[in-house]
C-alpha cells in the first residue's frame, strides 16, 4: 500500500493527468494553472487533502475542498484520481479514511461529492466509504452562436455588478447550488469572475456570473417576480456576447434534477443534454 500523506501541490498536475487520461470526460485540455485555479474556486486546503505516495511519486490524490454550506462546514471532494496501476487496490477509501480525522479536527460535519453517473466502479468506492446519494444534477451545454442570436428583452437592461449584489440573490435560488457553482466563489476567486445583474428599471431582477478563465458559468437565478418574462434568456444572451471568440460552447452544470423548470428553461434556449451527475453525501 502506497504511504499516505498530506497533497505536495507540485506533483498535482502531473499525478491529474495520468489518473483522468483515460476518464470519460475529456481532460486532455487541462492546463497546470487551470486545475489550481479550479482547486482554488473549490477552497482545497492541500494540507487537509491526502496523497498515495510511490516513493516520491504521486499515484493517487484527493483533493479536499472546505466551505459553509447552508450553515454546515463542508468538505468537498474537488477530484479523486488514482493511476491505472494502482487502482482495485481500496486506495479511493483508504484515502478518504486518512482525512476524516483532521477534517473532524476543523469542524466539518459532512462531506459532499459529485460523480458521472455512468461511472459505476467510483459509484461502488464512495458507497463503500459511506457516502450516500442525495441527488441528481443535470449539465446542458449549447452553441455560444446559437445563445449570441437569442431574442432580446427590450425592458431588461443588463450591466456588470459587484459580488454583494450578487450574492444577494441567493435568496431568490430554489435551491442550493452544487459545491462547486456556490454563490461564495465570487470570493474564493474574485479576480476571475465577471458577474451581471438584469435590471428592469432600477430593480435588479437577476443575476448571472461566469469565470472566463475556466468557462465555467455560475448559478443564474431570477427573483421570482420577474420570471417568465425574458430576464433569464436576456443574462444568458449578454454572457455569451461576451464570451471569447474561439469559445464555441457554453455550459450549465449541475442543475438540480427535481427542478423541472429550470431544465425546461436550458431546453428552450437550446441547451442539449451533456451528462448527469449524482451528488453523493456522508455525515462526518
Sequence with gaps: MPELRSIDKALIFDAFMEAFADYQMDASGTTEEGLLLRAAKNAVDFDASVGAYDGGKLVGFTMIGIDTVDG???????????????????????????????LRDRGVARFLLEVLQGNEPAIKAYTKSGFDIVRELRCRIADVAELRSLPETPHVRVEAIGAAAYREMASDADWTPSFENRFATVDAIPECVSMFGAFDGDACVGAIAYVESLHWMLPLVVRANARRRGVGRALVRHLAHRIPEGRERLAALNIDGADAGMQAFFDALGFAPLVDQYEMAREL
Design 72 to 102: 454546515t462546514p463542508t468538505a468537498f471532494d474537488a477530484g479523486t484520481g488514482i493511476v491505472p496501476s494502482f487502482r482495485k487496490q481500496g486506495l479511493a477509501k483508504a484515502m478518504f479514511d486518512h482525512a476524516l480525522p483532521g
